[in-house]
T-cell receptor, first 113, second 113 residues
Framework: SQTIHQWPATLVQPVGSPLSLECTVE??????LYWYRQAAGRGLQLLFY??????ISSEVPQNLSASRPQDRQFILSSKKLLLSDSGFYLC????????????FGPGTRLTVL | QKEVEQDPGPLSVPEGAIVSLNCTYS??????FMWYRQYSRKGPELLMY????GNKEDGRFTAQVDKSSKYISLFIRDSQPSDSATYLC?????????????FGRGTQLTVWP
């Protein structure tokens, strides 16, 4: 069966510090991968998606970036965090070419102080 | 107008009640409809998935899609305290880029014993 992992689970970072969040998927190959941010009361905001290694598309221009160095690894990064980057970050995977159902990881709660 | 509208609640019901959760949408191209359940501080979990119009039942859960009214519903029978969570509707259009999902903001449900 497929599983998706995210770490760290929680993170508290000062403004201006760098960020690296990691997501890995097990039990499937060549998935579509997604990064979302969920802010309180504001729903899910799609940040990045990827159809393959090194292929990243950005939905929202901001100071975040994403990379996919391996087939089942998706990384969200920032060089300098802003207060507005606080939120709950979710990674999701989807079978490429399959039904439009995405499966989410446990999330990373980021607080920028 | 947002593509997907969902009443955020909160909704509070006694144990054993029938719960009705709803979403409306504006894009007539939506063909795939999903319901996710999200417990506090956890990632969303896929609950129900339907294609086009009609009903789908899974245990105590029934998903309904009325494409003519652009309205979807999730019914929970014999609700339990363990059903207390935020419920997110999501939908996508045939041929959309990478199965992009459009989410409602979620309805917060509390089932009290």
């Amino acid at each position: 069966s497929q599983t998706i992992h995210q770490w760290p689970a929680t993170l508290v970072q000062p403004v201006g510090s760098p960020l690296s969040l990691e997501c890995t998927v097990e039990g499937t190959s060549n998935p579509n991968l997604y990064w979302y941010r969920q802010a309180a009361g504001r729903g899910l905001q799609l940040l990045f998606y990827s159809v393959g290694i090194g292929q990243i598309s950005s939905e929202v221009p901001q100071n975040l970036s994403a990379s996919r160095p391996q087939d089942r690894q998706f990384i969200l990064s920032s060089k300098k965090l802003l207060l507005s980057d606080s939120g709950f970050y979710l990674c999701a995977w989807e079978v490429q070419g399959g039904p439009d159902t995405q499966y989410f990881g446990p999330g990373t709660r980021l607080t920028v102080l | 107008q947002k593509e997907v509208e969902q009443d955020p609640g909160p909704l509070s019901v006694p144990e054993g009640a029938i719960v009705s959760l709803n979403c409306t949408y504006s894009n007539s191209a939506f063909q795939y409809f999903m319901w996710y359940r999200q417990y506090s501080r956890k990632g969303p979990e896929l609950l129900m998935y339907t294609y086009s119009s009609g009903n789908k039942e899974d245990g105590r859960f029934t998903a309904q899609v009325d494409k003519s009214s652009k309205y979807i519903s999730l019914f929970i029978r014999d609700s339990q305290p363990s059903d207390s969570a935020t419920y997110l509707c999501a939908m996508s259009a045939v041929g959309s880029t990478l199965g992009r999902l459009y989410f409602g903001r979620g309805t917060q449900l509390t089932v009290w014993p």
